[in-house]
């Protein structure tokens, strides 16, 4: 694609190092070495850039409060064909590309799960030549950064934008736009028309920061677009005499400044759980009523009609976080373009498609309907009458009072998200094939029984280009070695390798790939952690958020029934093991933050105990992110997908895992059931209840922990190290861990599921005994997670919700 060669590159690198810094490439500091870097690249893409955003497909505008991108630098290198050029022309001029690439810094703009498959999808968007782009948030503060003291969880603010400016970002602010807060909402008759004035209300500008999306060497670049809230005129500081008639006093003015800014501030640290913070509301108006101002806008300029924006624009909202689309598109349409109720409520609907995320209660998104009045009166308006309609269509088909006032949109005190989702959208998806079952047989059963036709699934995925070809470079050139490189494509190519399962060559090579992974995160942890790691070891691994219902309690009480059994019994036949755990904590889940101190405090005691000769060694990574997870996924051998079966929708690192050759260990939940269907029995350990049995437990009741704890040694055993100073260095941590088993009875059967994890580790154990085997498992699974790849994911949107009916 870019017609330039190594001279001119590292000419335009030389200008731009003379005209941004006017220094010399020797004087250069890495950070300054990045910047120029990526301000070269952004220029050779420029061009493409603008083609792509002016193409007139059908266009998907993808909603999101979370885009968790990682780095980008590698990843853009390779996307468009150029890390040999650059690498070589950076080492004649005497400066390392990996030192550039370790140099970037990681914008965590998101929590776990939702926010790194929106990243994977904007990539296998551009990539698959979708016009597919990100509306987003522009947070000053992502989450936070993770410290350990005393093995106790701190949080330290992430101020990612040290240098006011992020590489990647252009900004647009001829392109800004004002979003309306609060205010009073006047109703006028005007020629048989009911027209909305909206006055008195507060302005914020929202100023639009683009990140190029560069698809795989296909010359496509699509855009995600951040937003950062502002004053609504630069001139209107609160030091200018001009706000200070305007407010009347500094004080006005300096909060009318507050009020603007503190929207984009931070991140709100939560996984799956909802808070119902006044600001939380502001922040999704905000990203809401910016794209969609900036989307009509732009629609308005390319003369389509309006009528028809449906059949030229696909919207998609990624949880119910950006649900205020529905009312904001309706106001839009009636108040600003003049279209009927029915008109504009029929464009909404079928312009709009949700995603569900969790089937958990506590993340349900419930809004007081005096907050949402208050902060959006026009928009609270149009809910009223969504809701007035809706209510009214369902009274004509049932007599059931009850089931009418569980289906409606507001009820006595608040506005469900997740129900105007589903009316007010044509699609509604679950992320794995389990989790879109529980929504049509439980957890929206009503509504599927409604609309069947609205409902289906997309099994998650992930993007194979980060998460194998950059993360795992070794692992991607055997592959190509042996099938040819078209599974960069399409990743169903994969399916060729497992004609060598039993060639103990290609074995072997799988098996020092796999090796020298592990001997990199051993060195890394080394470095930073100061605990020996051994490579020959199995590396067992859980890192994702840390929640009571991914049960990393299962896991360390499981570690800690090890370390009974080698203490009592000298002989004890076990492999050496390495536990590795990486999870932040939201920081007001006292439960998850406990779990964490106490892994902690039994990794302490264990590391330092001689007597188990090393064993087992348990580490957990501070700070875990997106980085980290590219430097410890290659190295896994055993993926700990442990969630109480039901619970977790689908999860995506246990994708990452199969694909560079772990071996699952789990739960038939979330899209773990797929993994097992594309692998079978032999190549996978699964454990613990299914989903019947969950439901049924939770429905009828029948387990009772205490009871489970007094007949089973070696429960008992492990339960009572929380409680009796056998693990030092703890304060009430234990004793609440233990409440939350005995005393409230083990609401995620970590106990019920005990002794089946025991077993099932114990075949872990004796599997790795038989090493060929193992690698020959190993590369099964690599050859049968095609299917994970987020390009299949994002096909299936595309084809079956995005344009239905038009591609
Ligand atoms: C999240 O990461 C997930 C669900 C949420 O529900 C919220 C957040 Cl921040 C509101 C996760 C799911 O827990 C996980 O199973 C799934 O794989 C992921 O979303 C992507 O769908």
């Given at each position: 694609?870019?017609t330039f060669?190594?001279?001119?590159f590292?000419?335009?690198f030389?200008?731009k190092?003379?005209?941004i810094y006017?220094?010399s490439i020797?004087e250069?500091?890495n950070e300054?070495l ?7 690249i ?6 493409k ?8 497909e059908?266009?998907?505008y ?5 885009f968790?991108?990682?780095r980008?630098l590698?990843?853009?290198l390779?996307?468009?064909d150029?890390?040999?050029?650059i ?6 001029m005497?400066?390392s590309?990996?030192d550039l690439?370790?140099a970037?810094?990681?914008p965590?703009l998101?929590n ?6 929106a990243?994977c999808f904007?990539?296998?968007?551009a990539s698959?030549n979708?016009?597919?782009?990100g509306y ?9 950064e993770?410290?350990f ?10 101020n990612?934008l040290t ?18 807060f609060?205010?009073?909402?006047y109703?006028v ?7 909305a004035?909206?006055k008195?209300?507060?302005?914020v500008m929202?100023i ?9 060497q296909?010359?496509?670049?699509n855009?995600?677009?951040?937003f ?5 005129n630069?001139?209107f500081?609160p030091?200018?005499?001009n706000?200070?008639n ?5 004080e006005?003015?300096?909060k ?5 800014e ?10 799956s759980?909802?808070a119902g ?6 922040q999704?108006?905000?990203l809401?009523?910016?794209g969609m ?10 003369k389509?009609?309006?009528?028809d ?7 998609h909202?990624?949880d ?6 529905i ?6 349409l009636i108040?600003e373009e003049q279209?009927?109720w ?5 464009i909404?609907k079928n ?5 569900n ?6 993340a349900?998104e ?6 949402m ?15 007035r309609?809706?209510v009214?269509n369902?009274?004509?088909k049932?007599n ?9 949109i507001?009820n006595h005190?608040n506005?469900s998200?997740?129900?105007l ?9 679950g ?10 047989k ?10 069947p036709?609205?409902?289906n699934?997309?099994?998650?995925g992930?993007?194979?280009r980060r998460?194998?070809?950059n993360c795992?470079e070794d692992?991607?050139?055997l592959i190509?070695?042996?099938i040819?490189?078209k599974?960069k494509?399409?990743?169903l190519?994969?399916?060729?390798l497992?004609?060598y399962k039993n ?7 799988l098996?020092?790939i796999?090796?020298?992974n592990?001997k ?6 080394s ?8 490579p020959n070891?199995i590396?067992?691994?859980q890192?994702k958020r ?5 049960r990393?309690l ?7 029934h090890l370390?009974?059994?080698l203490?009592e019994n000298p002989?004890?036949?076990m ?6 755990f990486g999870?932040?904590a939201a920081?007001g889940?006292d439960l998850a933050k406990?779990?964490?101190k106490?892994i902690?405090?039994v990794?302490?005691k264990?590391n ?5 000769e090393?064993k087992?060694?348990?580490?957990f990574?501070?700070n875990y992110g997106?980085?980290?997870a ?9 993926s ?5 079966t039901t ?8 994708m990452?895992?199969?694909m560079n050759g772990?071996?699952?260990l ?6 773990n059931?797929?993994i097992?269907?594309?692998v079978?029995?032999?190549?996978i ?10 439901l049924?437990y939770n429905?009828?009741g ?10 089973n040694r070696?429960i008992?055993r ?14 009430n941590?234990g004793?609440?861990i233990?409440d939350s ?5 083990d609401e995620?059967f970590?106990?019920?599921d ?6 099932a580790?114990?075949?872990v154990?004796?599997?790795?005994k ?7 498992i190993s590369?099964v699974?690599i050859a049968n997670?095609?299917?994970?790849s987020s390009?299949r994911?994002?096909?299936e949107?595309a084809?079956?919700i ?5 591609r």
């Amino acid at each position: 694609m870019v017609t330039f060669n190594k001279k001119k590159f590292k000419q335009l690198f030389e200008n731009k190092m003379y005209s941004i810094y006017a220094q010399s490439i020797e004087e250069a500091n890495n950070e300054q070495l990045l910047t120029i870097l990526s301000s070269v690249i952004k220029d050779i893409i420029s061009k493409k850039w603008i083609e792509t955003r002016l193409s007139c497909e059908k266009e998907v505008y993808y909603f999101s409060i979370e885009f968790l991108m990682g780095r980008q630098l590698k990843s853009n290198l390779l996307n468009l064909d150029i890390q040999k050029t650059i690498k070589d022309g950076l080492q004649e001029m005497g400066i390392s590309l990996d030192d550039l690439i370790n140099a970037e810094g990681d914008p965590a703009l998101g929590n776990g799960g939702l926010g790194r498959l929106a990243a994977c999808f904007l990539d296998s968007m551009a990539s698959l030549n979708i016009s597919g782009h990100g509306y987003g948030l522009r947070y000053k503060y992502g989450l936070f950064e993770q410290k350990f003291v005393n093995g106790y969880q701190v949080e330290v603010p992430d101020n990612w934008l040290t240098q006011g400016s992020y590489i990647w970002e252009t900004v647009r602010p001829n392109k800004a736009i004002v979003v309306k807060f609060e205010g009073k909402v006047y109703l006028v008759e005007e020629n048989n028309k009911l027209k909305a004035y909206h006055k008195n209300y507060i302005p914020v500008m929202a100023i639009p920061y683009d990140i190029p999306i560069i698809g795989y060497q296909n010359e496509y670049i699509n855009t995600l677009r951040l937003f950062k809230s502002e004053v609504i005129n630069r001139d209107f500081g609160p030091l200018t005499s001009n706000a200070k008639n305007h407010f009347g006093s500094y004080e006005e003015a300096l909060k009318y400044k507050y009020y603007t800014e503190e929207i984009s501030q931070s991140l709100y640290p939560n996984d799956s759980n909802y808070a119902g913070k006044l600001l939380r509301l502001k922040q999704e108006y905000f990203l809401v009523s910016a794209g969609m101002q900036d989307i009509i806008r732009k629609y308005k300029k390319s003369k389509l009609n309006i009528l028809d924006l449906s059949k030229n624009i696909a919207i998609h909202i990624n949880d119910t976080h950006p649900t205020l689309c529905i009312p904001e598109l309706m106001r839009i349409l009636i108040d600003e373009e003049q279209l009927s109720w029915d008109e504009a409520w029929c464009i909404t609907k079928n312009t709009i498609s949700y995603t569900n995320h969790t089937i958990m209660a506590e993340a349900m998104e419930k809004w007081p309907i005096d907050m949402m009045k208050k902060l959006l009166p026009r928009i609270y308006m149009i809910i009223e009458e969504i809701n007035r309609r809706y209510v009214q269509n369902l009274n004509n088909k049932y007599n059931d009072h009850e089931k009418i006032k569980r289906m409606s949109i507001i009820n006595h005190e608040n506005i469900s998200m997740a129900n105007l989702c589903i009316v007010g959208s044509h699609s509604v998806n679950g992320v794995a094939a389990l989790h879109t079952d529980l929504l049509k047989k439980e957890v929206l059963n009503e509504f599927y029984d409604d609309e069947p036709e609205k409902f289906n699934n997309k099994t998650n995925g992930i993007a194979h280009r980060r998460w194998v070809m950059n993360c795992n470079e070794d692992l991607s050139d055997l592959i190509t070695d042996l099938i040819g490189d078209k599974w960069k494509k399409d990743t169903l190519q994969l399916k060729e390798l497992e004609k060598y399962k039993n060639n103990s060559q290609v074995l072997s090579k799988l098996n020092n790939i796999k090796y020298s992974n592990k001997k990199r995160l051993a060195d890394f942890i080394s470095k930073e952690y100061n605990i020996e790691i051994n490579p020959n070891s199995i590396y067992d691994v859980q890192i994702k958020r840390l929640h009571a219902y991914k049960r990393q309690l299962l896991n360390v009480l499981h570690i800690l029934h090890l370390y009974h059994e080698l203490l009592e019994n000298p002989n004890f036949d076990m492999e050496p093991r390495t536990f590795i755990f990486g999870a932040k904590a939201a920081p007001g889940y006292d439960l998850a933050k406990c779990i964490i101190k106490f892994i902690n405090s039994v990794a302490n005691k264990i590391n330092n105990d001689e007597k188990i000769e090393n064993k087992i060694k348990v580490v957990f990574v501070e700070n875990y992110g997106v980085s980290l997870a590219e430097i410890i996924i290659p190295a896994a051998d055993v993926s700990e997908q442990i969630s109480t079966t039901t619970k977790e929708a689908s999860g995506t690192s246990n994708m990452k895992f199969m694909m560079n050759g772990a071996i699952t260990l789990a739960t038939l939940d979330g899209a773990n059931v797929e993994i097992y269907e594309q692998v079978g029995d032999e190549n996978i350990i699964l454990f613990g209840l299914k989903a019947s049995q969950v439901l049924n437990y939770n429905k009828y009741g029948g387990y009772s922990a205490l009871d489970l704890y007094n007949s089973n040694r070696y429960i008992k055993r492990v339960v009572d190290d929380l409680i009796n100073g056998f693990i030092p260095n703890m304060g009430n941590e234990g004793r609440k861990i233990y409440d939350s088993l005995i005393t409230y009875n083990d609401e995620y059967f970590v106990l019920r599921d005990f002794e089946n994890y025991i077993e099932a580790q114990y075949k872990v154990n004796e599997l790795y005994k038989q090493k060929e085997k193992w690698n020959s498992i190993s590369l099964v699974n690599i050859a049968n997670s095609g299917m994970f790849s987020s390009d299949r994911t994002i096909s299936e949107y595309a084809k079956y919700i995005w344009f239905k009916g038009v591609r």
